[in-house]
Every structure is written in C-alpha cells, then in structure tokens.
C-alpha cells in the first residue's frame, strides 16, 4: 500500500513495475562499471600490464590497503594526468598534515581518517537539524552524483537514484547552483520529471531539502539531502546557515581525504604498476 492514498504504488507483479526494475538495474551496473573499467584500460595501456585482471588485482589492492572504496580510486586515475614514465609518484608534492577539524558533526574533538567516519555523523547531523528520519548522502564522481549514504529511504528509491545524471532532482539543481535548494512539496513541484516524483512520493517523502557539500573554492564535492513525510515550510535563518556550516566544513574534509588518502593510494599503485613494466 502506498504511504499516501492518492498516489497508489503499481502491485510488486506489475509488468511495468518488473521493466522499470530491469532497467534501473541495468543502468546502474553499466555506470557502476564505466569507472572502473576506464581505469583498467588507462593502467593496462599506459603501464603495458598483461591483462585487464592484473589492472583490476592492483586497483582492488591499493583501494583495501588504504580503505578506499574501488569506485572512489578508479575515479581518481581517470580523472588525473597519468604520471611520467621516470616519476617516482603518481602526483608529487601531496599536501601534509592531518585532517581539518569538523566542529560542525559535534564529534568531541576527534579527526576521524576514513569517509564513513565523516559522512554518518554528517548524515545524522543534518537530519537532526531539519527535524527527519529520512536522508542521503552522494559524493560527485565521474560528473555523476552518486549514492554513498542513506537512512529511512527504501530499495526502490536508492536503486533509482544511485546515480543522479539529470537536472529533475533537487539534488541536482543544488549542485549545479551550488546553494542549499528546499522542495516545500514533492507532489506540487514542477522540478521534477514524473519518474523521479513518483519514486519519491513512493518511498513516503513528500518534500526534501540538499545541502551542498562544497570545497574551499566553492566546488561542489557531493550533497546530502533531508527527506520529510510532510510538506515543508522555509527552514529558519539558523537552521539554513548551520547546514551551510557543515557543508563548508564537510566539503574541506572530503578535499583533504582526496589530497591525502586518495593520493597515497594512486602513488602506491602507481609504484606497483611501474615494477610490473
């Protein structure tokens, strides 16, 4: 049954339903695989590696010693200039020093070192501040939102908005304006084309509010995103710049993570690949 009565949910043996089910699936697996697999090839060729297998086994590698999700590093070699072929490193000159302090998640003064350690209290935090059991967490990757984090929202939602490549989201608009976007009510909201609207209806979300996650210069490093059970009024002036707080501070963390962490992991691989010429 569906959460509001006047927006019926299609029977689980709806034909349409089992197609629109296939076809998410299906594009999900090729984008969660495009990344990936563009970064095989870039170490297969540039590195002459025997195989598309051996790339995979040094990926998969680097991304478990230095607790990295394979998505995450794979983004990172195709979206970086490969490394000269007498470079000792992959990038030199990687910023020292330990993380930036994130006062915003409340963490009683500890610098977490790993993303989940990051993104949850992040998660939980805006959730506390907008007054909902319901949120998401995406990170940029590869011009893609992608879905890292979630709470409260169900399989149907998640799998279709695992990638978010369309402007139909307030998500999206909040990260291609980057500001804070509030959707007062989903059902009444021209934003959206009419999949993305029923499948949030459907998932008991009648409106939402994303908040940037943003760099120093302002660039929009991913988004966490607020769902509510009822319609929505404006948030107050407090609310609205302690969430643009934890944006800042969040999006500096996630830069220092790339600079540090991603960057030891893409000089270890590329140490690896270099030994195998």
């Known amino acids: 049954m569906s959460a509001y009565p006047d927006i019926p949910a299609p029977p689980p043996d709806d034909p349409a339903d089992a197609e629109e089910r296939r076809v998410t699936d299906e594009r999900n697996r090729r984008l969660a695989r495009a990344g990936v697999a563009r970064a095989e090839e870039l170490l297969l060729t540039y590195y002459r590696l025997g195989s598309r297998e051996e790339s995979f086994g040094l990926l998969r590698d680097a991304s478990q010693r230095f607790n990295l999700k394979l998505h995450t590093l794979a983004a990172a070699v195709v979206r970086l200039p490969a490394p000269g072929a007498t470079d000792p490193r992959w990038v030199a000159g990687r910023p020292h020093g330990g993380p930036p302090p994130v006062p915003a998640l409340r963490l009683d003064g500890t610098r977490p070192l790993s993303q989940g350690a990051v993104l949850d209290p992040a998660l939980r935090r805006t959730l506390h501040i907008t007054g909902t059991r319901m949120g998401n967490v995406q990170l940029v990757e590869n011009r893609l939102l992608r879905l890292v984090r979630h709470t409260g929202l169900n399989q149907r939602f998640t799998d279709f908005f695992t990638f978010v490549d369309s402007g139909t989201t307030a998500c999206a608009q909040a990260a291609e304006e980057a500001r ?80 540090t962490v991603v960057i030891d992991a893409l000089n270890h691989l590329h140490v690896r690949a270099a030994g195998r010429r």
Do not use: Y
């Open 180 to 259: 804070q976007v509030t959707v007062k009510d989903v059902a009444a909201c021209d934003l959206f084309d009419e999949r993305s609207r029923e499948t949030i209806l459907q998932a008991g979300s009648r409106a939402c509010h994303s908040v940037p996650l943003v760099s120093p210069k302002g660039a929009v490093v991913g988004m966490i995103s607020a769902h509510h059970e009822h319609p929505l009024s404006e948030l107050a002036p407090a609310q609205l710049a302690e969430l643009e707080q934890l944006g800042r501070e969040v999006g500096r963390w996630l830069l220092w993570h790339h600079n």
